[in-house]
């Protein structure tokens, strides 16, 4: 499925579904910010990082 | 209201409380503006807090609008106070009165919808794009392009609004920096 697909099934859903992704969304972002960020990275684990935060 | 740690709450418990606060009267017609409200038009974009647009009845004695009759309404039933927000059921929400007659518009023209059985009401697509245009960060700028480019709203109830609340020009300026040469 393309990302364009994917953004429009996704907007086609429900407002209680999409609320419920938000939730979800909501504690990772809270999770994330609660470890705080990493101090040390390996180069293999800096390299996976920056292909993960690829669009 | 329902207690716990914010951890894992459904916006459910949040707009019930909301909605009981609107029965015993101590806000009027209220409507889920920002990224939330957005989210029914759009697919779901991570925020950490919820902006409801409210309306408040006028204390007789004042011209001023207060916020402190919602605080201390949600305070004694658990509600917390953070910066700018009051967290209920788990979620941070920032209570906000019309500024301006846009936003007065959209809370008067707001959409009925369901959350889990709950009815709520959310500000119209063609108003959260008003705002976003009139606001004009960055991110209102991205969620503008979101709504154009998923076909979100109705163009001529748009200009419409736009016109209304002498936005065009923003419009037109917006139009050229961010869609030429789009066919959008």
């Known amino acids: 499925m393309s990302k364009q697909e994917m953004r429009k099934r996704l907007a086609s859903l429900s407002f209680s579904e999409k609320i419920q992704i938000l939730e979800k969304l909501r504690d990772r972002s809270l999770a994330f910010a609660a470890t705080g960020p990493r101090k040390k990275t390996t180069a293999g684990g800096r390299k996976k990082a920056d292909k993960g935060s690829k669009e | 209201m329902a207690h716990n740690d914010g951890k894992d709450a459904p916006v459910r418990v949040t707009l019930e409380t909301i909605n009981q606060m ?80 846009l936003e007065r518009e959209a809370v008067t023209e707001s959409v009925a919808t369901d959350v889990e059985g709950v009815t709520t009401w959310v500000m119209s697509a063609e108003h959260l794009v008003a705002i976003a245009l009139r606001t004009g960060r960055s991110k209102d700028h991205i969620r503008i392009l979101q709504f154009i480019e998923q076909k979100a709203v109705d163009r001529d109830e748009l200009q419409s609004i736009l016109e209304r609340h002498g936005l065009s020009s923003k419009w037109l300026q917006f139009e050229s920096k961010y869609l030429a040469g789009t066919h959008e």
């Open chain 2, 22 to 101: 609107q029965a015993d009267g101590v806000i009027g017609k209220y409507a889920i503006g920002g990224a939330v409200g957005a989210t029914l038009y759009l697919e779901p974009a991570a925020t950490l807090d919820v902006d409801i647009f409210v309306t408040l009845p006028a204390a007789p004695d004042s011209l001023l609008l207060s916020l402190e009759p919602i605080y201390d309404y949600l305070k004694a039933r658990g509600g917390t106070v953070k910066d700018e927000h009051i967290v209920i059921g788990g979620w941070p929400v920032q209570f906000l009165p019309p500024s301006n007659d």
